[in-house]
Structure formats: structure tokens, C-alpha cells
């Protein structure tokens, strides 16, 4: 083997090597609230039950796993509470990268008229509402 060649082999082992150190970052959790019109909740539900296929794969090619969303009732007021990990490395980037695809905004025509924002989100101009993490146990 000449000594090129051992430099190149020399170099791959580090690299795989140095790869096999490196500790993925654990996934970020974010989840959101708001509410539900009642005349709108058996569509909602309808459409939760049979999502469109081009939407799920826009979200997981937006590094998102392990989406849920829950509905409860309070009070007679229905509410959603959406909650996901988010495994990629630019979490604003591929929400615009989601919002821009147009099957997910054919979606969100049909979704978010059966949603009713909080007043919080909806002074900021969005339906569903930041939470924030209280707990969490791994």
C-alpha cells in the first residue's frame, strides 16, 4: 500500500470513526392548543380519520414525528391540543418549508374554519396557541 493510499484509508476510518461519537440531538417537543367548533367537530374528525397521504408526507419530510392531536371538552367548549417532536435542525425553516407546499395548504383551507383560536393566538394573528413544557420525562 503506498502512502496515498494509507492517508486515504487513514482518514476514512477517523471520519466513520468520529461519526460513530457523534450523539444525535435529542428531539424537540412543542405543543399547542385551541379550540373546536361544535358544528365543525364531526368534519374535523372526519378529516383527522383519513388524512390525505401528500400531508403526512410533507410532514415528516419537515422532520416531524410522533404528531398527536387530542380533543377534550370544558365546559361545554370543545378544545384540540396538538403535541409533536421535531427532529430536524432549522424548525422555522421547515414550517415555512410545510406551509408552502400546496396540498398542506388545501388542508389547512379545510381544517382551520372548524377551529376557534384562543383570544392569545388569535390577537397574534394564529389559530392554534404556544404552550409551554412543564414537565417531561424521558
Not at 111 to 122: K, N, W
Request: include cysteine.
Amino acid at each position: 500500500m503506498n502512502s496515498q493510499s494509507m492517508k486515504t484509508t487513514l482518514f476514512l476510518l477517523c471520519t466513520v470513526w468520529l461519526a460513530g461519537c457523534a450523539t444525535p440531538q435529542p428531539p424537540q417537543r412543542f405543543a399547542w392548543v385551541t379550540g373546536l367548533k361544535p358544528e365543525k367537530a364531526a368534519y374535523y374528525r372526519q378529516l383527522h380519520a383519513h388524512p390525505w397521504p401528500g400531508v403526512n408526507k410533507t410532514i415528516k419530510e419537515c422532520h416531524i414525528r410522533n404528531f398527536s392531536i387530542y380533543e377534550f371538552e370544558i365546559n361545554g367548549q370543545l378544545y384540540l391540543f396538538a403535541s409533536l417532536e421535531y427532529t430536524g435542525a432549522n424548525f422555522d425553516a421547515d414550517m415555512k418549508r410545510m406551509a408552502a407546499d400546496p396540498e398542506t395548504q388545501r388542508w389547512w383551507k379545510e381544517t382551520d374554519p372548524c377551529q376557534l383560536p384562543l383570544p392569545a393566538a388569535a390577537a397574534n394573528g394564529k389559530i392554534w396557541a404556544d404552550t409551554q413544557e412543564v414537565y417531561y420525562l424521558k
